[in-house]
């Protein structure tokens, strides 16, 4: 080992038994080159790679400090053996980290000036250039002026929940379970909602038109590629299906495709391609794909819509961000993002295979699962009456975590025997051992609860 990893590794230690913390001061370079025994350059060389890596900062005339001993502490988390199905944030080991701070740097160079202004609401122009030709990739084929620039894609759901839309109607339909964001949208502005069951056999088409054709539905909220939490994909014959029954009862689509960059089947078409003229609006994330932390996505929009929903943007938020607008422009225009999505459509298909074999293998016969072979989600459903709180409690005891399905139904429709998990962030080789685990747990509760009873 090179004296300057040497260096690298001790004070990460201090950081990991807590010697140093937050905001701590480190040695200065004459202090620690003397300590160490070596130059000047070998020191600033270990601080330059705990720089790079986002552990210390620098304060010209001040010296070396400790940004946060977070990274660490997580590292340490992993090392004893926590099995995490609970966070669902993109794979770490996997996230373009210096590539997106290239083009944050070259973002300050061309958008500068842009940065003492107020940019337009509806995004960049630039930039719309750029994912209208990214958008082709998705079988989405609209022009710059109907796309919108959004600060993740939860902003523009959460301004469709409040607007008027020219239908004139009221209510929403909304798939159960469903992402907890648009939940939580729907409970905040007391919107009136209708849920449509999705299980592993995706939504029944008859329940959703008695919906669409009786309750004066505004729109329909859709996840149509793997579907939060349930991990479902509709074929492209039940989208064709659904866009069909929009346009007999006169409802719009909100099509979320926040994971369809994942899709390795190149012969899934979104909704949209099936009425691009404004019937389907088309929302997109990069938060799962990308970096969560730059809260872009974009939408859609029918030109007899775009005045009301730049004015509800406006009123939101003004405009977002000009520097993370310009570094994803960037990063599409160079074709990093393109590289990096190959790449990480693997990752996650190889995680869902493993997964969906090991649910076949361990899970006892009374409990049913969905998912699929990509993505980041799916759903187990319990035996009654075993609730997924009592389970999510005995789990934590064994080093497993996973998430309450619960708070993702709508009060009507509430299940309360439903987990989530999500294998973004979970190691291949743990995921078997994960759902050993859980299998384990689900047998033990259910026998004890058959004693009791």
Request: with cysteine; net charge positive; charged share 25%.
């Amino acid at each position: 080992m090179k004296k300057y990893q040497e260096i690298v590794g001790l004070i990460e230690q201090q950081v990991t038994q807590g010697i140093l913390v937050s905001g701590s001061k480190l040695p200065s370079i004459r202090a620690l080159s003397k300590k160490y025994s070596c130059s000047h350059n070998t020191v600033i060389k270990a601080y330059q790679e705990l720089e790079n890596r986002h552990l210390i900062y620098s304060m010209p005339k001040s010296g070396y400090y400790i940004v946060e001993d977070f990274p660490l502490r997580e590292r340490t988390d992993k090392k004893k053996g926590k099995i995490d199905f609970l966070s669902a944030g993109p794979d770490k080991q996997a996230m373009p980290y210096q590539d997106f701070k290239h083009c944050i740097n070259q973002a300050i160079e061309l958008y500068k000036e842009d940065m003492f202004t107020y940019s337009e609401a509806q995004g960049l122009y630039s930039l719309r250039v750029e994912l209208a030709r990214h958008l082709q990739n998705l079988q989405v084929f609209t022009v710059p002026d109907r796309i919108f620039v959004v600060s993740g894609s939860q902003q523009a759901l959460n301004l469709f929940v409040e607007m008027p839309f020219p239908n004139g109607k009221t209510n929403i339909c909304v798939e159960q379970p469903t992402h907890p964001a648009f939940v939580e949208s729907i409970q905040v502005q007391n919107a009136n909602a209708f849920g449509i069951e999705i299980t592993k056999q995706g939504a029944d088409m008859q329940r959703l038109e008695e919906i669409f054709k009786h309750h004066d539905i505004k729109f329909f909220y859709t996840t149509s590629r793997f579907h939060n939490p349930t991990g479902y994909s509709y074929s492209n014959k039940e989208k064709k299906k659904m866009v069909e029954l929009a346009q007999k009862y006169d409802v719009y689509i909100i099509e979320d495709d926040y994971m369809g960059d994942l899709d390795f089947n190149l012969k899934q078409d979104p909704m949209f391609a099936y009425d691009p003229s404004g019937r389907v609006i088309y929302t997109k994330s990069f938060s799962k794909v990308l970096l969560p932390g730059l809260r872009l996505g974009l939408t859609v929009i029918p030109e007899s819509m775009k005045s009301a929903f730049s004015q509800a943007k406006y009123a939101a938020d003004l405009h977002t961000p000009v520097l993370t607008q310009g570094a994803l422009e960037i990063y599409l225009k160079n074709g990093m993002f393109d590289a990096h999505i190959k790449k990480i459509r693997k990752i996650y298909r190889e995680k869902g295979e493993i997964l969906q074999t090991a649910y076949k293998k361990y899970l006892p016969v009374t409990a049913s699962y969905t998912g699929s072979t990509s993505g980041f989600y799916s759903t187990i459903e319990l035996p009654h009456p075993l609730k997924a709180e009592q389970l999510i409690n005995e789990l934590i005891m064994d080093d497993v975590d996973v998430d309450n399905a619960q708070k993702m139904y709508l009060q009507e429709c509430k299940k309360e025997n439903v987990i989530r998990l999500s294998v973004s962030q979970v190691e291949n080789a743990a995921i078997n051992q994960g759902i050993q685990k859980i299998a384990k747990a689900i047998m033990k509760l259910t026998t004890r609860i058959n004693v009791l009873n």
